[in-house]
């Protein structure tokens, strides 16, 4: 059985998502471990409450390295062969990306290269799009710069604030995220430069 380790810093509803489809049988994988930087975040809580293994590693006041060495050494400690970012605020160093070569996933709320970093949603309000979504993408060294796994696009409405669309990114967000741990899982997608092919 393949092992995942989740890091989160809130809310954790993609974790939640995530560990449904566990228990529901499909992803098939456990989740070995769920990590945070915030001894607060809800989907922590949420972890310990469902019997997972946690663990709360504090970033506060530690040299980027130092954190991302010590989160390392417990996704060693547990096996881990996916990491899965849900909803993680940090930025990591590249020796941690290097640490799990294409095993490490992040969830965008937006259709990337398009409105990358904080506040995806609002940006492409005020941007005015018609149409923006989630990506679900590999983590490489750059923000928000990986090669992408899965998309799903989601339309704007006139009367959207940035809470409503944010709401309805999220819904495929939860679908996506597992889709493209799946795919990763199964080991069949190829690798041509920024692109994965085999979906
Ligand atoms: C999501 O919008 C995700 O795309 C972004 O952070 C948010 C996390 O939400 N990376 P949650 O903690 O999974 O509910």
């Known amino acids: 059985m393949k092992r995942l380790g989740i890091l989160l810093s809130g809310r954790g509803s993609n974790f939640e998502a995530i560990a449904r489809n566990v228990q529901a049988g499909k992803i098939p994988a456990e989740i070995a471990v769920v990590i945070s930087n ?9 972890a310990k409450q469902m019997g997972l293994e ?6 506060k006041g530690k040299e980027r390295e130092a954190f991302d060495r010590e ?7 547990f096996q881990v062969d996916l990491v899965c970012l849900a909803g993680f605020m940090r930025i990591l160093s590249p020796c941690f990306v290097r640490e799990f070569p294409r095993r490490i996933l992040n969830i965008h709320p937006a259709l990337l290269p398009s409105f990358p970093g904080e506040d995806a949603q609002r940006q492409a309000l005020e941007y005015g799009v018609k149409f923006t979504g989630c990506t679900a993408h590999l ?16 339309p704007v409405r006139d009367n959207d604030t940035a809470e409503t669309l944010a ?3 999220l819904h495929e967000e939860h679908r996506i995220y597992s889709e493209a741990i799946c795919l990763l899982l199964d080991d069949k997608l190829q690798f041509e430069g920024r692109r994965v092919l085999g979906k």
Request: hydrophobic share 50%; glycine share 8%; charged share 25%.
């Open 167 to 169: 709401a309805r990114i």
């Open 38 to 46: 915030k001894p607060e975040a809800l989907g922590l809580a949420r």
């Open 71 to 77: 989160v390392a050494a417990v996704l060693k400690e």
């Open 139 to 154: 983590v490489d060294e750059g923000v928000d710069t990986g090669p992408i796994v899965c998309q799903a696009v989601v």
């Open 54 to 59: 946690t663990r709360f590693i504090p970033s």
